[in-house]
């Protein structure tokens, strides 16, 4: 089975400094979606950004990019230049390519900005 | 991307007693998915809505207890029944869309009390 895992329950940054969120996942599988989604106290989920497993290049949604690590199942998040916005939980998922499109989500990160 | 709603936003409810949670989707959607949240938790899958056929239920949860219906592409409802204290959490309903077939699009959830 998969799982996604999440080693900081807490993290906390600067205004305008660079956090980075870690996320490790375990398959066997080799086609596969990462995702991070944000949710803030309203709880509505909101998709950061995505990550195709067969894609080398990593991805980057202006002041978020990924540094995805295939080999090492290692997937993290940065957050550049942190706004009080950024706010939240950030929750990293994991999707296979095919079949049951379910995700499996880690126990989360929850960011504070410190202004 | 997909809007989704909703309703009701949160209620609080005795036990033993349900409550049907209604998910619209303001297009037609391929996949659609119900999440628990239990408080300060990540989220679960409870199963997948199947258009035209039985929801397909993950360990855990049974149909007696959670019964799901998805009479078309765009609407789907969670009944939560005979409700116990431990059934308090956030309910979120999910879709993937044909044409964001990469993306899972969230509601702003249900927040259930049950008393």
């Known amino acids: 089975a998969q799982t996604v895992t999440q080693s900081q329950p807490e993290m906390s940054v600067q205004e305008a400094e660079t956090v980075t969120l870690s996320c490790t996942y375990d398959?066997?599988?080799?086609?596969?979606?990462l995702f991070w989604y944000k949710q803030p106290p309203s709880r509505q989920m909101i998709l950061v950004i995505r990550?195709?497993?067969?894609?080398?290049q990593n991805a980057t949604e202006n002041r978020f990019s990924v540094n995805f690590q295939k080999a090492a199942k290692s997937f993290s998040l940065k957050i550049s230049d942190s706004q009080l916005g950024d706010a939240a939980m950030y929750f990293c998922?994991?999707?296979?390519?095919?079949?049951?499109?379910?995700?499996?989500f880690g126990t989360g990160t929850r960011l504070t900005i410190i202004p | 991307s997909a809007v989704i709603s909703q309703k009701p936003s949160r209620d609080i409810c005795q036990r033993g007693t349900s409550l049907t949670i209604q998910c619209q989707v303001d297009?037609?959607?391929?996949?659609m998915f119900w999440y628990r949240q239990q408080p300060g938790q990540s989220l679960t899958l409870i199963a997948t809505?199947?258009?035209?056929?039985?929801?397909?239920?993950e360990s855990g949860f049974v149909i007696d207890k959670f019964p799901i219906s998805r009479p078309n592409l765009t609407f789907s409802t969670l009944t939560v029944s005979n409700m116990s204290p431990e059934d308090s959490s956030i309910y979120l309903c999910?879709?993937?869309?044909?044409?964001?077939?990469?993306?899972?699009?969230f509601g702003p959830g249900t927040r259930l009390t049950v008393l």
């Open positions: 809505a199947n258009q035209g056929s039985e929801a397909t239920y």
């Open positions: 999910s879709a993937q869309g044909a044409v964001t077939y990469n993306e899972q699009f």
């Open positions: 398959t066997s599988e080799s086609d596969y979606y």
């Open positions: 297009s037609q959607v391929t996949m």
């Open positions: 990550q195709e497993a067969y894609k080398q």
């Open positions: 998922a994991y999707r296979i390519n095919f079949g049951n499109e379910k995700l499996t």
